[in-house]
């Protein structure tokens, strides 16, 4: 089978897509990978040699009605044409959108050429781009059961949201924290805020360093580009143990150490968490396309698996004390992973690369989703 997987821009999309795609070239497929020119693609592929990636111009949709709509336009028109030239060369039996309007073009281009096309939704409301893909699409793939009625003219199947291969099962713990330099006698806290690090979460944690150096525990803090040495300056300062970094290429090794996680909430950070079991405390970003980090935490408070804190709320002192209450607080950490892990979607990759395989000899394999 060829296959084309389209899906950057940021982490949310970009890990999922390479999750898929490393069970389909396992399985002796060819596939072809589209991203976006953004540097969080670059950073996050350089050393995927094993794939073939081709970048698009990235898109980002205005209001309709703004005067940017014709700028839109031409960058969809620029994104497009290297996608008909690609399917013309590559001839796909199937396409993948992994989400964002790094997917419109080459689902449009599958769409102009009678090829199936699938786009996959990892949050629990759909952004603009994916409510356009999924009018153009073969079908619609979820990672929560709660989006269907977002898309209800569309054939819709939940298979959860694919986490990487190299996401397998959790190590050591000893070796995971003396890979960041840290002691294993102390509880360790992981700071996130996913592949672009989250200046929101940032900030508070900076304003919390005083407070937090009374406390035993030490953190692994990935700040994104632009924060990473304002934030070790401030947790050195207040001489709290620490490893701060802008990406992490091993976050099982992440995962693995952290004994509680503050993270934001997108799909990709929630399906690793929970494959993972960490207990954490969810602060979503407030700006994200109709809110759905907001909504994707609220699924996993309800289940017992999250705390959830909205930034405007959440001060300093208040995540303090909820980082404090968790970190000592054994018996609901275990609770609180246990619900995690009922949760997890550890076969949602095997169930996208089964569903794309059965595709090309049916094209009902949805009908009864």
Do not use: W
Not at 274 to 301: C, M, R, W
């Amino acid at each position: 089978m060829r296959a084309v997987i389209a899906g950057g821009g940021t982490g949310g999309h970009l890990f999922p897509a390479l999750a898929v795609a490393e069970v389909l070239r396992e399985r002796g497929h060819e596939i072809v990978i589209l991203i976006s020119e953004k540097e969080v693609d670059a950073l996050a592929t350089r050393d995927r040699t094993e794939f073939h990636f081709e970048k698009l111009p990235s898109v980002g949709m205005p209001r309709l009605f703004s005067p940017q709509i014709f700028g839109f336009l031409k960058r969809m028109n620029e994104s497009l044409s290297p996608c008909r030239a690609l399917f013309k060369r590559f001839q796909p039996e199937v396409v993948l959108g992994m989400g964002g309007f790094t997917s419109t073009a080459p689902i449009l281009a599958a769409r102009l050429r009678g090829v199936p096309s699938f786009v996959h939704e990892s949050n629990a409301i759909p952004g603009k781009a994916n409510r356009l893909n999924a009018r153009l699409a073969t079908g619609v793939l979820l990672g929560f059961a709660e989006c269907a009625p977002f898309f209800p003219k569309a054939k819709c199947k939940v298979t959860g949201t694919p986490i990487r291969r190299s996401l397998g099962a959790r190590l050591p713990r000893a070796d995971a924290l003396a890979a960041f330099g840290l002691s294993p006698g102390r509880k360790t806290l992981l700071v996130m805020g996913g592949s672009q690090g989250a200046r929101g979460i940032n900030e508070l944690m900076i304003k919390a360093a005083p407070v937090l150096r009374q406390y035993p525990f030490q953190i692994i803090h990935l700040a994104g580009g632009q924060d990473t040495q304002l934030v070790e300056t401030n947790y050195r300062r207040a001489e709290i143990p620490c490893h701060v970094a802008a990406f992490c290429h091993r976050m099982e090794e992440a995962y693995s150490a952290a004994d509680v996680a503050v993270a934001r909430s997108g799909a990709a950070s929630l399906a690793e968490l929970s494959h993972f079991g960490v207990p954490n405390i969810l602060i979503p970003y407030p700006h994200a396309a109709e809110d759905h980090q907001t909504l994707n935490a609220k699924i996993f408070e309800r289940a017992g698996a999250a705390i959830v804190g909205a930034q405007g709320e959440t001060t300093a002192e208040k995540l303090t004390a909820l980082i404090v209450a968790l970190l000592d607080d054994e018996a609901r950490r275990e609770k609180m992973a246990s619900a995690l892990r009922r949760l997890a979607s550890d076969a949602a990759t095997a169930r996208i690369a089964d569903l794309l395989e059965a595709q090309i000899a049916s094209t009902e394999v949805l009908a009864s989703a």
